[in-house]
């Protein structure tokens, strides 16, 4: 991969090479086998055009004619998506180059919690509980909290490990991202266009790794959802409660939100710093791999603690490969160690929350995955960016990482969020390749970075027993309102004064003006955009309906006694948000629905 990533990134230094290939090949080896394989295949298939159209190989030519090389390759449809899938690996090894470990004082950080962790290999093979937690995340943690505090003897089992803010303060961010997220971030749902889903894999679950951003669930999904908003909105009040919940003061927004906020206020629409669980944030943009003040309250820093203060305890490194049912009920859990060793914790009371990825592939495992709508009714939130280029300095890896909220257009389902990522961890991959790339690179200060996510069809299904196989098929009206959202970000940026924008679309990367962003985006494919999902939701729905939904409206899952599903796969559409108040308020909304179960096997 070598001579493709000097060829891609227009890296002429023999030294930086060498740095930036360790790092690529450290990348590649925290990946998937399918990905890793993808990887090597890519960077191959570079060679081979490089072969094909010079007679050398990249290695042996100039820097202009590997240029040319790489541009005539990206040209191509095929070969531009190529090159558009090699540079996101290969960014992200240059930029742990060229910044390292981001330097944070400890000074003023809070400390780790205290938690009741243990290792899968120092847990004994058998035990009893009350009651096991698959999944220490935003529902895995409240459900666990409540059942603890009922008095039961709680066992939390996490695949992952446990994290802590002097890691994140002396480790680049790469080097967490790798380690934090499951796959190494490279989780992704198949279709046209490929959707990237990352998952966090750690105590603590997504909300160690996340935004912070908290929105409480519109009242409009919720009646859709036929919930109550006054009786749901009790729970969401105690999760505001339990994560310290408040709008985020503006000295740290930094200067992508108040970008944001300028062009929102020239437009007239609606916008406002974001409300987060990050009461001492520092500004330090590192929210995605994990903070180094420990002031994102994740539930690692609050729900967890409080549920071991009550006596549950929390196994790490544990899989879970299924849940154990006898005679239609639920006995247990048999979960995997490190070296592939078993154990088993027996308990009448399982509580799922391992995602809307996971927990389908692990109801499968565990012959409970007979219900025709599990795994189907995938929802992602989508999300695609938007870059303005600005005359000075922006700097947006400076300040909070999701700022601010623009609000105007959520009711026609787009939210706008002012996004950046850690240093060397851009939000945006910037157009080109080659030495044109690299002039990007040198000019990234100047880029404010803007995402959009819309509310979207319930279009993706999640297959598989052993592993997740996320589908997901983009909706004709939701790529349309993917394409309204794009341009409406470029009004923000122009409104604020951006001298041009960056589109992320391939065939056409640049717009000088709202009209030519326009036709930029209506002009382009919807297999060419470039989507992510941080929210997937509905894969295991609850609702009244035993036809269509495998979780009754009380969190039950049908069909077997004492399992109960308490994650984002009980949610029955997208949110609209992101969802972590909405995961944590069902989560204590199913413990206490679980509490009051009767205990005989479900009908």
Known sequence: MRDAAAALLGIGDADELARVSARLDDLARALPAPARIGLRAGAGAVEAASVLLTGHRLGALPADRRDAVCAALAARPAGGRLVEALKVPMLLAEGAVRHGVIEVSAEGAAPDAELDCTPSGEWPSCGTADAVVIG??????????????????????????????????????????????RDGGASFALGRPPVLLPEGRAVGGTTLINSGTCYRTPDRVLRRWGTDPERFGAYLDEVEATLRVAPQPADVLGRNGRLALAGAARLGWRAAPLRRNAPGCGGSSQCAAGCPRNAKNGVHLNALPQACAAGARIVTHARVERIIVERGRATGVRARRPDGTALEILAPLVVVAAGALQTPPLLRRSGLGGHPGLGRGMAVHPATNLAGRFDEPVVAWSGVMQSVGVEELHDDGILIEATAGPPGMSAFAPPGVGRRLRAELAGADRLAVLGAMIADAPSGRVHGRRRALPRYDLARADAARLRRALVAMGRLMFAAGAREVL?????????????????????????????????????????????????????????????????????????????????????????????????????
């Open 136 to 181: 220490s995340g935003a529902g895995g943690a409240m459900a666990a909290r409540t059942l603890a505090r009922a008095g039961l003897a709680v066992v939390v089992l996490e695949e992952g490990r446990r994290h802590t803010a002097a890691e994140f303060r002396t480790r680049a961010p790469l080097d967490r991202l790798l380690d934090v997220y």
């Open 503 to 603: 589109t992320g679309l391939p065939r056409r990367p640049v717009a000088a003006t709202v009209d030519e962003l326009a036709g930029a985006v209506a002009s382009t494919p919807a297999a060419e955009m470039r989507l992510a999902g941080f929210h997937p939701t509905g894969t295991a729905r609850m609702g009244p309906d035993p036809e269509h939904t495998p979780v009754d409206p009380s969190g039950r899952l049908r069909g077997v006694g004492g399992v109960h599903v308490a994650d984002a796969s009980v949610l029955p559409t997208c949110p609209e948000v992101n969802p972590q108040l909405t995961v944590m308020a069902m989560a204590l909304f199913v413990a206490d629905q679980a509490l009051g179960s009767p205990p005989e096997a479900a009908r």
